[in-house]
């Protein structure tokens, strides 16, 4: 049974900094894609960064700079530092993987999400 697990989240002060974790497990194929999106309240899941197996990155131009993605292959681990927060961070944060069963056919599997909020 694929898992994804998501740590790392939680209360922290506008300008702080938080670290995501999310470990997959169960998985017998080649993960291609690694990353992370959030959902705000009312508003549709957006994407915050990815990873792929070839070491390219893609970031979301609100995160840019702030934000550093990473990933241990031999862990099928993503990170994701999160520095100089703002309040519109304050979102569900979803750990997402992309894996390749064939030439023809992927799956893509979520993580349960973690919440982070940046408030005084």
């Known amino acids: 049974q694929v898992q994804l697990v998501e740590s790392g989240g939680g209360l922290v002060q506008p300008g702080g900094s938080l670290r995501l974790s999310c470990a997959a497990s169960?998985?017998?194929?080649?993960?291609?894609?690694m990353g992370w999106y959030r959902q705000a309240p009312g508003k549709q899941r957006e994407l915050v960064a990815t990873f792929t197996k070839g070491g390219s990155t893609n970031y979301a131009d609100s995160v840019t700079g702030r934000f550093t993605i990473s990933r241990d292959n031999a862990k099928n681990t993503v990170y994701l530092q999160m520095n100089s927060l703002k309040p519109e961070d304050t979102a569900v944060y979803f750990c997402?993987?992309?894996?390749?069963?064939?030439?023809?056919?992927?799956?893509?599997?979520w993580g349960q999400g973690t919440q982070v909020t940046v408030s005084s």
């Open positions: 997402n993987a992309v894996v390749t069963v064939t030439a023809f056919l992927t799956n893509n599997y």
């Open positions: 169960g998985i017998t194929f080649s993960i291609n894609t």
